[in-house]
T-cell receptor, first 112, second 111 residues
Framework: EPEVTQTPSHQVTQMGQEVILRCVPI?????FYWYRQILGQKVEFLVS????????KSEIFDDQFSVERPDGSNFTLKIRSTKLEDSAMYFC??????????FGPGTRLTVL | DAKTTQPPSMDCAEGRAANLPCNHS???????VYWYRQIHSQGPQYIIH???NNETNEMASLIITEDRKSSTLILPHATLRDTAVYYC????????????FGTGTRLQVFP
């Protein structure tokens, strides 16, 4: 069964450093998303992406964040200058035009 | 904000049916009811969705009231592996509509 994959599973970085979180969505899916979950809190929407551009972004998704689909398979989330409060689980998700979203296993980001 | 309300927690004995309620009184005509669950800090897992008819798949059944203002997710024979946080979410079926997660119901299945 096809699945969304994410790498790395755990990323540790120093405050102020740039990180790139990687996702490989399911191959025939067209819509891509990033969500995050701070420990003990709700899953929060960050951004949606379709047809090589951002469809919607939340207030959390400020200028420090960017997304890219550099090739036909990868979907990345970049945080330019990480802050302590960026520590969270980051989930990638994807769907076709008419079906449910499938989530990846997540990347745990720890900012020291 | 989430358009659904769920009880914060529920218990269920292993082997018994778990019935998880959800209120979505402001649901619009083109919004579906989706259920996801999250085990520990894993990625949310899709369970089932429906518009107005009852639905069943290999994981669960979804009962939606006639006025569509509430629904119930039924796990017919709960196992310990069903212990998770269950989220009821309303969302349009088509396109890029994001999922808005609430706090969900923490289901504890006990032996």
């Amino acid at each position: 069964e096809p699945e969304v994959t994410q790498t790395p599973s755990h990323q540790v970085t120093q405050m102020g450093q740039e990180v790139i979180l990687r996702c490989v969505p399911i191959s025939n899916h067209l819509y891509f998303y990033w969500y995050r979950q701070i420990l003990g809190q709700k899953v929060e929407f960050l951004v949606s992406f379709y047809n090589n551009e951002i469809s919607e972004k939340s207030e959390i998704f400020d200028d420090q964040f960017s997304v890219e689909r550099p090739d036909g398979s990868n979907f990345t989330l970049k945080i330019r200058s990480t802050k302590l409060e960026d520590s969270a689980m980051y989930f990638c998700a994807s769907n076709r035009v008419d079906n449910e979203q499938f989530f990846g296993p997540g990347t745990r980001l720890t900012v020291l | 904000d989430a358009k659904t309300t769920q009880p914060p927690s529920m218990d269920c004995a292993e082997g018994r049916a778990a019935n998880l309620p959800c209120n979505h009184s402001t649901i619009s005509g083109n919004e579906y009811v989706y259920w996801y669950r999250q085990i520990h800090s894993q990625g949310p897992q899709y369970i089932i969705h429906g518009l107005k008819n009852n639905e069943t798949n290999e994981m669960a059944s979804l009962i939606i009231t006639e006025d569509r203002k509430s629904s119930t997710l039924i796990l017919p024979h709960a196992t310990l592996r069903d212990t998770a946080v269950y989220y009821c979410i309303v969302r349009e079926l088509w396109g890029t509509d994001k999922l808005i997660f609430g706090t969900g119901t923490r289901l504890q299945v006990f032996p």
